[in-house]
Nanobody, 127 residues
Framework: QVQLVEAGGGLVQAGGSLRLSCAASGRTFSTYPMAWFRQAPGKEREFVAG????????LYSDSVKGRFSISRDNSKNTVYLQMNTLKPEDTAVYYCAAASSPFRQRIEPTGSVYDYWGQGTQVTVSS
């Protein structure tokens, strides 16, 4: 069983930066692919970024590529999302997710693949 708790959301002006973190419990965290998703009001949840268990593979959505960076520290059971050059359209609730597929390198951008989810953290970008 894995429990995920996000932190780091808040209100920021356009062009600013935020760093989200997702702390995981459970011994198997270090072997699981991790991802960040987001959901804006009235919109479907969308994939943002993902990373394989050892950081060997990453995947970003086109909308955040070059601005966001995912990383993880398995010694701290934590995954991060560094968000730079934020835009008002980045406003959403951000969720981290874990897939119970140990040692898988391929990152799936589909939410149904992920078995564990955090409660979400709100990110609001003002113009």
């Amino acid at each position: 069983q894995v429990q995920l708790v996000e932190a780091g959301g808040g209100l920021v002006q356009a062009g600013g930066s935020l760093r989200l973190s997702c702390a995981a419990s459970g011994r198997t965290f270090s072997t699981y692919p991790m991802a960040w998703f987001r959901q804006a009001p009235g919109k479907e949840r969308e994939f943002v970024a993902g990373m394989s268990w050892n950081g060997g593979s990453t995947l970003y959505s086109d909308s955040v590529k070059g601005r966001f960076s995912i990383s993880r520290d398995n010694s701290k059971n934590t995954v991060y999302l560094q968000m730079n050059t934020l835009k008002p359209e980045d406003t959403a609730v951000y969720y981290c997710a874990a897939a119970s597929s140990p040692f898988r390198q391929r990152i799936e951008p589909t939410g149904s693949v992920y078995d564990y989810w955090g409660q979400g953290t709100q990110v609001t970008v003002s113009s």
